[in-house]
């Protein structure tokens, strides 16, 4: 079973998305567990303060140092050899290939949620990989966090229903979009599904699906 934690200041984020579809079904067959620290009770003081002024001026505030300090080194009391991804726009670009790879090796992830004015950089004397999900900046962490779990755990074996789908689905060799897709109706509202698909010579349907298939840019 694939370990999950999460460091957040807003947990309620994730329940939506955590015990929703696939990530639900993770759960409940124990390919998947999650757990959810909120960064708060980690906090300093009776005010629970987790943000301060940055040194040398500037705009926002910053996550301090001791309660992210506090909360991954809780989150390695309950799984010591898990490894600590940060959220950030400056980090890695989070693609397939390593959404397969993350899902496949058998490590543990403690993710730990930013918020968009920053972090004291001495956090990351304990972060193994600092990933982003595009150039763009979000308010925090939390859908890049989200994003990138569901793209692992929807990979771990025994989540996907159908046998081979998440190898020929888009992007599996990090270029090719997947071909068009139809269901039924054969016609719908004056739209033909392609002859070529209903004719049920698997030859041509795959040559079909090659021809159709787009490249990514
Ligand atoms: N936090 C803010 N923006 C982000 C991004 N693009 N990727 C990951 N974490 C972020």
């Not at 999460?6 to 939506?16: K, R, S």
């Not at 980690?42 to 309660?67: A, S």
């Not at 004291?120 to 763009?136: C, F, H, N, P």
């Not at 020929?168 to 979009?177: A, C, M, R, W, Y």
Request: proline share 5%.
């Amino acid at each position: 079973m694939k370990k999950i934690q999460i460091i957040t200041l807003f947990p309620e984020m994730f329940e939506g998305v955590l015990n929703s579809s696939m990530m639900w079904k993770a759960q409940k067959e124990k390919v998947v567990d999650f757990r959810i620290i909120n960064l708060r009770e980690f906090g300093l003081g009776p005010r629970k303060q987790v943000d301060d002024t940055p040194y040398g001026g500037g705009d926002g505030m910053l996550l301090m140092p001791e309660p992210l300090f506090s909360a991954i080194k809780h989150a390695q009391e309950n799984d010591s050899k898990a490894k600590v991804v940060l959220l950030t726009p400056k980090g890695e670009r989070w693609v397939q290939p390593k959404a397969k790879s993350w899902a496949n090796n058998g490590d543990n992830y403690i993710f730990v949620c930013g918020r968009y004015e920053g972090y004291d950089e001495r956090i990351l004397t304990l972060v193994d990989k600092q990933i982003s999900i595009g150039d763009y900046v979000l308010t925090g962490g939390e859908l890049a966090a989200m994003t990138v779990i569901d793209s692992i755990v929807r990979l771990l074996p025994g989540v996907l229903g159908g046998e081979n789908s998440a190898e020929i689905e888009s992007f599996s060799d990090g270029k090719t979009l997947e071909y068009p897709q139809y269901t039924r109706p054969e016609v719908f509202e004056g739209l033909n599904v392609p002859k070529v698909l209903l004719s049920g010579n698997h030859a041509e349907i795959a040559k079909w699906r090659q021809k159709n298939s787009k490249k990514a840019k």
